[in-house]
């Protein structure tokens, strides 16, 4: 059965060593097709939240949904695929372009690998490469810059097609103009899918239809940008910095 990306949590705990928790009681649904920001200083429990809709480890108590299927509690890592990640460190291998870009999606054709390059804002720079889509990456695409690395990252969860995405944000710097070729790119990829996304710049969330605001393990406050500004809490302090 295809996903189609209804993401729910219900009081949700989780702890990586089950003596310590450290996500107490989280509540959120996500709909087909939102877009929900997560924001909240260091050690607030951002990355531990998006591990989970990746079910990448099991939870202590609680329910995780995907389209009311509860998958908190059983292992089932053929469903981790259904999701896209594109994380701050994208994992290249030594191969093509081509080839990085299908490794979200084994058989995809060439057609489709490029498409997704395309979506992604990708398909430039590729095509500036020495060998476009056939230049080899060295080990980790060091050859490449560093947004570079992360508009690759964006076709290849372009070419996977998922329902759901988690994005987390780069927190180094990369140039202005590069950085808005990303969020093109991440723009892209994220019509149509729920997408979870990390933030580490303000200005990146204030389109989304829920921010969560999180704080040691909980969420302390959600809403909209507007609503949040209107209730003067943590997040108009961080947002007024
Ligand atoms: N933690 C842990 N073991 C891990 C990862 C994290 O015990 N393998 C702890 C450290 C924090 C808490 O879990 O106390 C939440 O960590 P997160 O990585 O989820 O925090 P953030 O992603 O919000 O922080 P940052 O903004 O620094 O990425
Ligand atoms: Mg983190």
Redesign the pocket.
Known sequence: RELTGEVEFENVDFG?NPDKI?LHDINMYAKPGQKIAFV?S???????ITNLINRFYDIQDGKIRYDNINIGKIKKPDLRRSLGIVLQDTHLFTGTVMDNIRYGKLDATDEECIKAAKLANAHDFIKRLPDGYNTVLTGDGANLSQGQRQLLAIARAAVADPPALILDEATSSIDTRTEAMVSKGMDALMAGRTSFVIAHRLSTVKDADCIMV?EQGRIIERGTHDQLIDMKGRYYQLYTG
């Open positions: 990586y450290v909240g260091t050690g607030a429990g951002k990355t531990t999180m």
